[in-house]
């Protein structure tokens, strides 16, 4: 019963990973430049592989394991916010101007 | 160093075209007040370029603060040389170094002085001893290489430092608070990752501890630390991960929601928020926050002053309601101080680009 519960678990929690990367990857190719783009790659770290490394902890069970996949979310947590920001920091410092609603509709920003 | 500098004080008395890089010390009134003697000690005539270099460009919003401020520096050091040279004739050009570029270690103000120094003959440049240009650590000893790397000739200011020896008293408890907690952070990790029953892991734990605490204390905490203050700010920001993580959960759904529609209802926005957060580790836990919300992204930080970009309009406001920035408040200086007005109401939101409303 309880491993039957747990099997459940680790494929759902697999799945809503699976579930944000993909809505990610969607972003990714629909946003319009980079700022935007910039904002829902990071999904992918927070959520993707936040439930994903979530699946491998309760898959591991109650295990030396299991405090390592904490500890992977914790830099995880940590180097994706800085990433993000040093790639959204260095396209501001190139003078690349955020699209707008009002911009042109097929005027892709760089 | 004094007979260093000594020595080339006998340069400086030749000297009568002296440049001084200013920034915001409190050694910086000395330093002035000695180019000006030394200058006129020998010469009878001088002529004092006083310039300040900014460390980012003055061109875009966030520098414009400095920028005033750098200014303000110059009308006060300008009156400064008068004071000191009295009857004496001496010329003073004050000129803003760096307002076209974006001078980042210190080879580029030592060739921003030196293109300066070549354009304007000058003969030597006096150096104030706490010469700090950006809000980084001091950089004087690193700009004293450059400039003799690019062979310019310059003298430091002797000047009395008060601060330095009321760093010294609390010095030796302050570092044994240092190495105490480096040491239980370090000792700690390696548990996780090894065996805390194994014999051998304590040990080697032990050593390996020792070893990065001694080498590693005075860089990992830059801040003296509070026996009191520190632990409970741990357990704090303990509960703050919980609120992240139910935040960020928030957030992607609701820009999830908003990529997965096909007409796509995005309106990016670039904004401005004034925080209050004062000093580095809680404007770094604000900004890596906001950054690891999806829909919100911090663009650009000049001490409290971010340019986050916003996706969606929810987002947006989020943001202005400031409960990441509570949070911070709480973790940093307690729960009195996290009840403050939201940035909205506080006035200190700016939506400096994109859809206007």
């Given amino acids: 019963m309880i491993e039957t519960i747990r099997f459940w678990v680790i494929v759902v929690l697999l799945g809503l990973g699976v579930f944000f990367t993909f ?5 990714v190719i629909r946003l319009p430049d980079i700022y935007a783009r910039a904002h829902t790659a990071s999904q992918t ?11 491998v902890a309760v898959a591991f069970g109650w295990q030396h394991a299991a405090v390592y996949t ?19 920091r260095s396209a501001a410092e190139s003078g690349i101007e955020p699209w707008t609603n009002d911009s042109d509709e097929d005027g892709d920003s760089q | 160093m004094s007979t260093d500098g000594h020595e080339e004080g006998e340069i400086a008395v030749a000297a009568d075209r002296l440049l001084v890089p200013l920034s915001d010390t409190v050694t910086v009134r000395q330093t002035v007040g000695y180019a000006v ?40 050091a300008e009156n400064w040389v008068q004071e000191d040279a009295g009857s004496a004739s001496v010329t003073i050009k004050t000129t803003l170094l760096g307002t076209d570029e974006y001078l980042f270690g210190p080879r580029d103000f030592a060739e921003t002085f030196n293109d300066y120094a070549q354009e304007h003959d000058i003969d030597l440049i006096v150096l104030d001893p706490e010469y700090q240009p950006g809000s980084t650590a001091q950089i004087l000893q690193s700009v004293e290489l450059e400039l003799d790397a690019v062979g310019l000739a310059y003298d430091e200011a002797p000047v009395e430092r008060p601060a330095r020896h009321q760093r010294l008293v609390g010095d030796v408890s302050e570092r044994f608070d240092r190495l105490f907690a480096m040491f239980w952070i370090s000792y700690g990790f390696y548990l996780v990752l090894g065996d805390p029953t194994y014999w051998f892991d304590l040990v080697t734990g032990a050593a390996v501890a020792g070893i990065v605490s001694l080498s590693l204390a005075h860089v990992t905490f830059t801040f003296p630390l509070d026996r ?15 609120y992240l993580i139910w935040e960020i959960v928030k957030a992607n759904i609701a820009v999830s929601a908003v990529i997965l529609r096909p007409s796509m209802p995005i309106e990016p926005t ?16 604000l900004a890596n926050s906001i950054t690891l919300t999806p829909g919100t992204l911090t663009v650009r930080a000049d001490d409290q002053r971010l340019i986050v970009h916003t996706l969606i309009p929810s987002a947006r406001d989020d943001l202005f309601d400031g409960g990441l920035e509570r949070a911070i408040r709480f973790v940093f200086y307690g729960r009195e101080s996290a009840a403050i007005p939201t940035p909205r109401e506080r006035g200190d939101t700016e ?6 409303q």
């Fill in chain 2, 228 to 242: 009191v203050q520190s632990p409970i700010r741990a357990i704090r920001f303990g509960l703050y991960i919980p």
């Fill in chain 1, 45 to 55: 770290d927070t959520l993707g592989a936040g439930f994903a490394l979530a699946g």
């Fill in chain 2, 37 to 76: 003697r030394s200058g006129l000690e020998d010469a009878g005539e001088l002529a004092i370029h006083l310039v300040v270099a900014l460390p980012h460009e003055a061109s875009l919003p966030e520098s414009r603060q400095r920028t005033a401020e750098a200014e303000e520096l110059l009308s006060k």
């Fill in chain 1, 23 to 27: 809505v990610s990857t969607v972003g």
């Fill in chain 1, 70 to 88: 904490v500890l992977l979310l914790f830099f995880v947590f940590i180097t994706n916010p800085t990433a993000a920001h040093a790639i959204a």
């Fill in chain 2, 351 to 356: 939506i400096i680009g994109g859809d206007d």
């Fill in chain 2, 270 to 285: 670039m904004t401005r928020i004034n925080t209050r957060v004062r000093g580095g580790l809680p404007l770094l836990a």
